[in-house]
């Protein structure tokens, strides 16, 4: 039987980048057209011939969280933290799905290292907020929602979680001083928060 000397028949051949990127322009393309199904199998191609590739685990990440199936959603941005532990996101993400599934003190863990590595990301301190009320340490939730407040003024969700810790916390007066301020800019949250409280805004008056 003769013997093969051509190595590529043996072998596979090195991924290149061009390939990476033939792949990525290729799974965009199907994004943009609205077909999640074949992009995310050419995102698990890629992950596949390039484990390395923060792009592909993200994109399998998201698509997983964006069909409910958050234990594969972890998994893979498990994976990107690990590949890239100096990213906010990463960490955010990773945090994100953690506090969905119900693991809030591995949430706080992940939250609390997109902050320290950027403490400017509001949406990291609402969700450690978040994690925080989930493990009743109320104060410690109030700061983490109070820093959210601070870069992101005039969104109402940390106002609106504020409100509901201090009445978890037996403290009347400061929710209603939340929600009078909430009110001032979003009074349908407010109107809720008094439905649900049992609070009237009156009652500062």
């Known amino acids: 039987m003769p013997v093969n000397h051509d190595a590529s028949a043996v072998a596979p051949r090195t991924p290149t980048r061009t390939t990476l990127l033939l792949l990525r322009l290729k799974a965009k393309a199907l994004l943009v057209l609205g077909l999640r199904g074949p992009a995310r199998a050419v995102f698990e191609e890629i992950a596949t011939i390039y484990p390395q590739d923060v792009l592909a685990i993200n994109s399998l990440g998201y698509d997983a969280l964006n069909a409910d199936d958050l234990p594969t959603a972890l998994r893979y941005f498990e994976k990107a933290v690990h590949l890239t532990p100096a990213s906010t996101h990463a960490h955010f993400n990773h945090g994100f799905v ?3 599934l119900g693991f809030s003190e591995r949430a706080e863990h992940a939250f609390r290292h997109a902050v ?6 509001d949406r990291a301190w609402y969700g450690l907020g978040l994690a925080l009320v989930r493990q009743r340490r109320f104060p410690e939730a109030i700061e983490a929602f109070k820093r959210n407040t601070q870069l992101q003024s005039m969104s109402p969700f940390a106002w609106y979680q504020m409100a509901r810790v201090y009445m978890e916390m037996k403290q009347p007066e400061e929710a209603l001083t939340v929600m009078r301020h909430l009110n001032g800019f979003e009074p349908k949250v407010a109107a809720q928060l008094e439905r649900e409280t049992g609070l009237s805004l009156g009652a500062m008056d």
């Open 98 to 100: 953690l506090e969905a």
């Open 116 to 121: 320290r590595i950027d403490e400017k990301m």
